[in-house]
C-alpha cells in the first residue's frame, strides 16, 4: 500500500548539519501522516518528530527541538528531517514511518508502514 526508502544519512562532525529524505510510493500518500525515529545499538527504537497529513501541525521530541525540523512536500511524496547542530548522541539509525489519519502521532506503535532506514553518524 505505502512503500518507504530514507536516504541522506552519513558521517558528519559535531555541530553539522545533514538532511534525510524519505521517499514514499502508493496510493494516496498525501493523506497519510509520517513520522521519524531513530535507534541507536543496544537500545530501543524512540520516537523523534512527527506530521500531520497537510504538513501544518509538527511535533518534535524535546532533545531535538530548535535544531531538527520534519517537513514534508505532497507533491513530491517526500518527508524530510533537517538536521541541525548534531550532536554524538544524534548517532543511530534513522527511520521513517507512515500511517493514514489526520492527527499526528508519536509512537511507533501508531505506524503501520516503516523504511528500512539510514544511518547517521556524528562524530566529536
Known amino acids: 500500500q505505502v512503500q518507504l526508502v530514507e536516504s541522506g544519512g552519513g558521517l558528519v562532525q559535531a555541530g553539522g548539519s545533514l538532511v534525510l529524505s524519505c521517499a514514499a510510493s502508493?496510493?494516496?500518500?498525501?493523506?497519510?501522516?509520517a513520522g521519524w525515529f531513530r535507534q541507536a545499538p543496544g537500545k530501543e527504537r524512540e520516537f523523534v518528530a512527527a506530521i500531520n497529513w497537510s504538513g501544518d501541525n509538527t511535533y518534535h521530541r524535546d532533545a531535538v527541538k530548535g535544531r531538527f525540523t520534519i517537513s514534508r512536500d505532497n507533491a513530491k511524496n517526500t518527508v524530510y528531517l533537517q538536521m541541525n547542530s548534531l550532536k554524538p548522541e544524534d548517532t543511530a539509525v534513522y527511520y521513517c514511518?507512515?500511517?493514514?489519519?489526520?492527527?499526528?502521532?508519536?509512537?511507533?506503535?501508531?505506524?503501520?508502514?516503516w523504511g528500512r532506514g539510514t544511518q547517521v553518524t556524528v562524530s566529536s
Open positions: 514511518a507512515a500511517r493514514s489519519g489526520t492527527g499526528y502521532y508519536t509512537t511507533d506503535g501508531s505506524y503501520n508502514y
Open positions: 502508493g496510493r494516496t500518500f498525501s493523506s497519510y501522516a
